[in-house]
Every structure is written in structure tokens, then in C-alpha cells.
């Protein structure tokens, strides 16, 4: 069965850093893989979506990698704020589940 | 952005009570999920549906039933909550051919 693991479950750090958040996967047969947003009580929000094709993709500060044999992903966060806040969840996609991490919760501080 | 709505928001309710926590979205998708999170812990898949009258239960097992009737409508059931309910639910829905989740905002569950 497919299994998700994020690094670090948590991170703080100063605002304008940059950061990187990783994903691991232990089966490399996915479809594609997403990250997303939580804020706290909420649901989630899409943020990026790489397909098992695609090495990388960006979207204004935000960009995220893939590296399908090594089961690897990552989420780069330029000049960070504290609107940053908030858990990141990857999710990969197989057939048509979709399994998903614990998340890294973030917090940038002002 | 994703219209998909879920409710109630919040719900306190008693050992042994039947509840339907609803989930509704206006995007025609014929894909729509449940899943549970509880604090810290990573999404679990209860139950999903590829379109109308056809559901299937996830990982989870959580004594719970879902019905969908109509392609925006995806209600799940619980006919007898217990403590161990008590947890966030999350609704989600899939176009066809897309490789996108839309999440609502789910339903903070406490069974008291």
C-alpha cells in the first residue's frame, strides 16, 4: 500500500526566508502529485499539481518538484510571509485514490 | 475556484444518535470523496463515488454509509455516532478527465 511521509511535521522560520518542504513516497507508480494548503478548521486548498511526466511546476513564489523514481517531491517557498502559515499536505494519485501525507505545518514569523 | 459546500460546519451530539453530514457541489463532477482527518494525521478515504448509484468504501472503515442519488449530492451517514466518530470530515469532487481534488470546508464532528 502506498505510503506518504513529510519532513519536518513542523517549521518555523523568519520571514523573507526561503524554504523547501519534502514529500516521500514509497510507491513510484503514481499518476501525479499535489500539494495543498490547510488553514486551521478549513479544507484544503490546491496549490500545485505535477504529473508522473513533469519534473517541476511554479506558480508566482511557489515551486514544486518531482522526482518519480526516487519517490521524492518538494515544495520551494521563495521570500516567505507570514500569509504563509498554514500545514502543506502532498498527496499522490494512484488509479483513482488518492493517498495523502501528514502534512508540515509552517509558521512564519514576522 | 471550487464551489463545493458542506454542512453543518460544526455539530455536538449525543452517543447513539443517527446524523447526515452533507456535501453538495455545483461543478457537475462526477467524482466526489469523504474523508476523515483527525488532528496531525494524515486524510483517510471512507468512502467514494465515480457517479450517480455508484459508491464504494475507502481504507477506513467507519460505520458509516453514503448515498448518491444525484451527480452534485454525496450525504454520508452515520446511524449510530459514537466517541471515536468525533473527527474532521472532509468532502472533495473530481471533474471528468481532470486531475484535480477540490476540497470544501468540511465538518468539525463531536460526539459527546
Known amino acids: 500500500k502506498q505510503e506518504v511521509t513529510q519532513i519536518p511535521a513542523a517549521l518555523s522560520v523568519p520571514e523573507g526566508e526561503n524554504l523547501v518542504l519534502n514529500c516521500s513516497f514509497t510507491?513510484?507508480?503514481?499518476?501525479?502529485l499535489q500539494w495543498f494548503r490547510q488553514d486551521p478548521g478549513k479544507g484544503l486548498t490546491s496549490l500545485l499539481l505535477?504529473?508522473?511526466?513533469?519534473r517541476e511546476q511554479t506558480s508566482g513564489r511557489l515551486n514544486a518538484s518531482l522526482d518519480k523514481s526516487s519517490g521524492r517531491s518538494t515544495l520551494y517557498i521563495a521570500a516567505s510571509q507570514p500569509g504563509d502559515s498554514a500545514t502543506y499536505l502532498c498527496?499522490?494519485?494512484?488509479?483513482?485514490?488518492?493517498?495523502f501525507g501528514t502534512g508540515t505545518s509552517l509558521t512564519v514569523i514576522p | 475556484e471550487a464551489d463545493i459546500y458542506q454542512t453543518p460546519r460544526y455539530l455536538v451530539i449525543g452517543t447513539g444518535k443517527k446524523i447526515t453530514l452533507e456535501c453538495s457541489q455545483t461543478?457537475?463532477?462526477?467524482?466526489m470523496y469523504w474523508y476523515q482527518q483527525d488532528p496531525g494525521m494524515e486524510l483517510h478515504l471512507i468512502h467514494y463515488s465515480y457517479g450517480v448509484n455508484s459508491t464504494e468504501k475507502g481504507d477506513l472503515s467507519s460505520e458509516s454509509t453514503v448515498s448518491r442519488i444525484r451527480t452534485e449530492h454525496f450525504p454520508l451517514t452515520l446511524e449510530s455516532a459514537r466517541p471515536s466518530h468525533t473527527s474532521q470530515y472532509l468532502c472533495?469532487?473530481?471533474?471528468?478527465?481532470?486531475?484535480?481534488?477540490?476540497f470544501g470546508p468540511g465538518t468539525r464532528l463531536t460526539v459527546t
Open positions: 505535477i504529473q508522473s511526466s513533469q
Open positions: 510507491d513510484s507508480a503514481i499518476y501525479n
Open positions: 472533495a469532487s473530481r471533474g471528468v478527465g481532470a486531475d484535480k481534488q477540490y
Open positions: 498527496a499522490v494519485r494512484q488509479g483513482n485514490q488518492f493517498y
Open positions: 461543478m457537475g463532477h462526477d467524482k
